[in-house]
């Protein structure tokens, strides 16, 4: 507080700062300079991440040898779409797929070792699939399938469960 004394000016500003205040001259914009306001805009729009009308049944069947996996999924309408995606070890799900769909009330998805989704995840012995459903709405459904994936030169691709 010294060294503020010693400058050229410092009793002028301090008795110009003085009168201002006292006088209430200056308040508004001294006050104003201590209140902040802000204003925020939230726009709410539709997403299809809302779930659609959820499946009545989803399951996934093996053929005899066990070389093809059926995952089926049925609902109250027909989707306009039916993807499918791996769970990878990330805990993510990787690339949606569309191969070997059929669409209708119940959609199919099939599977055999010469599926991408397949292909891509041939070195794991368990794979988790996610079957997702859209519907013309924008709304979606799903469920996953885990199927076993024989490591030998089988070319097995099995059913182990399935949940809507």
Not at 7 to 20: D, K, R, Y
Not at 94 to 112: A, Q
């Amino acid at each position: 507080m010294t060294g503020f004394r010693r400058l050229p000016g410092a009793a002028m500003a301090v008795g110009a700062f003085v009168l201002t205040v006292m006088l209430g001259l200056g308040g508004p914009a001294a006050s104003a300079l201590w209140q902040q306001s802000a204003d925020a805009t939230m726009t709410v729009t539709a997403s299809a991440t809302w779930p659609g009308p959820p499946f009545s049944a989803f399951t996934c069947a093996n053929d005899n040898p066990q070389k093809i996996a059926t995952i089926s999924a049925t609902g109250a309408a027909r989707p306009v779409s039916v993807t499918y995606a791996a769970l990878q070890p990330t805990g993510t799900y990787g690339p949606s797929y569309t191969e070997s769909v059929s669409l209708g009330t119940t959609s199919t998805v099939t599977l055999k070792i010469s599926s991408q989704i397949i292909v891509a995840n041939r070195s794991t012995a368990q794979l988790t699939i996610r079957v997702t459903a859209t519907y013309s709405d924008q709304t979606h459904t799903t469920g996953t399938a885990v199927i076993g994936l024989d490591q030998s030169n089988n070319d097995k691709v099995t059913c182990i469960s399935a949940t809507a």
